[in-house]
């Protein structure tokens, strides 16, 4: 049975239990952890109203007998509330109470009668019926036991009282009819309203379960649905990832003699961007994120030359005027191979749009003489600016067929040189701050 068929599984009768046993159970532990310290609470005020008694009825007859009240029925509730905190009371409470609350009961009514005999208003007064209402009161609502409990208890102090009526009133019957009749309508409207109340007490605990329940149930889908939207999310980065892999090993098999260059060019240009992430002119254009858009791109800036013609690329020496001019186009040809599968795709994708930026942009100079279109100082995108260093620099330390690597030290020098003219002067000084690192990441990604 799920739980919302246990939280209707209440009907209207005279049993009050839930039809699922382990919901029961779990409403009676519950009701348990809940009512325990009300109803020792509830002793106490028993003790009070106790007191209450004795000093009224003492200011107003004096009976001898109301001294029980203190030398009997104040003791009962003491000792009931001492009890209260022992294990046996703590495991049995419900049936502990309402077995005290009898006990308190029959020595109110044993006090009450001596008061009747002294001449004072005792069991056939309105103080009787009003003692009498507030022990079934107390018994059903105020207590809080169960009503499985409290029933029992309430008619064992009806029964006394009733008794206790009968020997005061002797063989008076029209008289104890009377007041059997009154007190016994005390005892159902008593018992009524505790029935209620738990009938209540029940509903709300189910509603509050089903509610928990419906809210652990949206809890779980929702770290479900998180899990899987994570999971499809870390799948795309990875196909992603692996597709820029595959790009740019394409390369690699057209120029063997560039090696681990996109590797090495990758690791440079996040090196110079996380330099120059304290750079106030640049903070902005460089959070987290976007250093991890420009290290996926990067691998692809040289990705036009799968279609540069192998006498070009392989070449073993410089390229003539003619042969550089196509050359030079490796970088619209790696824009337009990108832009076209973007518009296939339907979507704008960061690292594509960035990839292409790259591609189209990393062989413009800050002054202008670079290509394809000659853009100049800020002009040229951020992106293209950090490559063009990182770019620059490894073609210098790295062996061509055409020229031999040279030195960490002089290709240091070399792009300082060109501070403010092949390159952008505030990436240039961050590439000057970071050169170590420069050497290190060219050391382990090495030919």
């Known amino acids: ?20 046993a382990d919901y029961e159970e779990k409403f009676c532990r519950y009701y348990h952890g809940f009512y325990y310290r009300y109803a020792q609470a509830s002793l106490a005020v028993g003790m009070v109203l106790i007191l209450g008694d004795y000093l ?13 009240r203190i030398q009997l029925c104040l003791p009962l509730l003491g000792i009931g509330i001492a009890y209260s905190f022992t294990d046996t009371a703590r495991r049995h409470w419900q049936l502990v109470m309402s077995t005290f ?33 507030f022990l079934e009161f107390y018994c059903f609502v105020i207590l809080g036991v169960q009503f499985r409990f409290a029933l029992p208890a309430g008619i064992a102090i009806l029964l006394m009282f009733e008794a206790a009526m009968q020997v005061e009133l002797g063989k008076d019957f029209g008289a104890f009819c ?23 007490v029940r509903k709300d605990f189910s509603t509050q ?72 002119a640049f903070a902005h254009q460089l959070p987290g994120r976007q250093i991890d858009i420009l290290f996926k791109s990067a691998p692809l800036h040289d990705i036009g030359k799968v279609g540069i013609p192998d006498s070009i690329l392989l070449k073993p020496g410089r390229l003539d005027p003619a042969e550089f001019e196509i050359m030079k186009t490796h970088t619209t040809l790696g ?14 994708v960061d690292f594509l ?24 100082g800020d002009a040229i995108p951020l992106s ?31 792009i300082l040189e060109g501070r403010g003219r092949h390159f952008d002067p505030d990436v240039a000084d961050a590439f000057a701050a970071i050169t170590d690192q420069f050497k290190d990441i060219a050391a382990r990604y090495a030919d």
């Open 1 to 20: 049975m799920t739980s919302l068929d246990q939280a209707d599984a209440l009907p209207l009768r005279p049993k009050l239990s839930f039809a699922s």
């Open 56 to 68: 009224v009825d003492w200011m107003a007859f004096n009976a001898p007998a109301n001294l029980g």
């Open 101 to 133: 609350i009898v006990v308190v009961a029959c020595s109110v009514f044993w006090v009450l009668s001596m008061i009747d005999r002294e001449g004072g208003m005792g069991i056939k007064s309105w103080v009787g019926i009003l003692n009498f209402t």
């Open 178 to 200: 009377y007041w059997s009749y009154h007190v016994v309508t005390l005892f159902i409207l008593a018992a009524g309203v505790g029935w209620w109340r738990e009938f209540l």
């Open 209 to 280: 379960t089903t509610l928990k329940t419906a809210r652990d149930v949206l809890k779980n889908q929702n770290e479900h649905l998180e899990f899987e939207v994570e999971k499809r999310t870390r799948e795309i980065r990875e196909t992603q990832d692996a597709t820029i892999v595959i790009l740019a090993s394409l390369v690699e098999t057209r120029d063997n003699e560039t090696g681990n260059h996109i590797r090495r060019t990758q690791h440079f240009v996040r090196a110079l961007a996380v330099q120059l992430q304290s750079h106030s």
């Open 335 to 348: 824009y337009d191979a990108i832009e076209k599968a973007e518009r296939q795709l339907g979507i704008t």
């Open 353 to 376: 749009a960035c990839a292409k930026e790259i591609a189209l942009n990393h062989q413009e100079k800050w002054d202008g003489s670079g290509y394809p279109r000659g853009l100049a």
């Open 384 to 414: 293209a600016r950090l490559m063009a260093v990182a770019d620059v620099y490894d073609a210098l330390t790295t062996r061509r067929v055409y020229k031999d690597a040279m030195s960490h030290d002089e290709a240091v020098t070399i």
